[in-house]
């Protein structure tokens, strides 16, 4: 069965960095694209970043554009999110997705629970 575990969301402060890490099994067969999303407490789930299976092609949403940084390991079934200069605004659960058309589009089939992220001023 497929699944996305999330990791690496913890309190960090205005300004600092952080790494989160979407490891993914039971798609070894797939060239499934992963996305990155967050939802603030009381605000909708909102695009963060997202990239296809071969690592060339990369998207990120206007709020984050210039500041986090998509990549994948190899082997391909871990997805990093590289978050700096992280602001309070930053604060939310961090979701990781697979997209299983490969497109990076959406849409996205299977979910992950979500790791917090909390930047304090």
């Known amino acids: 069965q497929a699944q996305m575990v999330e990791s690496g969301g913890e309190l960090v402060q205005d300004g600092g960095s952080l790494r989160l890490s979407c490891t993914a099994s039971?798609?070894?067969?797939?060239?499934?694209?992963t996305g990155w999303f967050r939802q603030a407490q009381g605000k909708e789930r909102e695009f963060v970043a997202a990239?296809?299976?071969?690592?060339?092609?990369?998207y990120y949403g206007n709020s984050v554009r210039g500041r986090f940084f998509i990549s994948k390991s190899h082997p391909k079934n871990t997805v990093y999110l590289q978050m700096n200069n992280l602001r309070p605004e930053d604060t939310a659960v961090y979701y990781c997705?697979?997209?299983?058309?490969?497109?990076?589009?959406?849409?996205?089939?299977?979910w992950g629970q979500g790791t917090q992220v909390t930047v304090s001023s």
């Open positions: 997705a697979a997209d299983m058309s490969g497109r990076g589009t959406g849409p996205w089939t299977y």
């Open positions: 039971g798609l070894d067969d797939y060239n499934y694209a």
């Open positions: 990239i296809r299976w071969s690592g060339a092609n990369k």
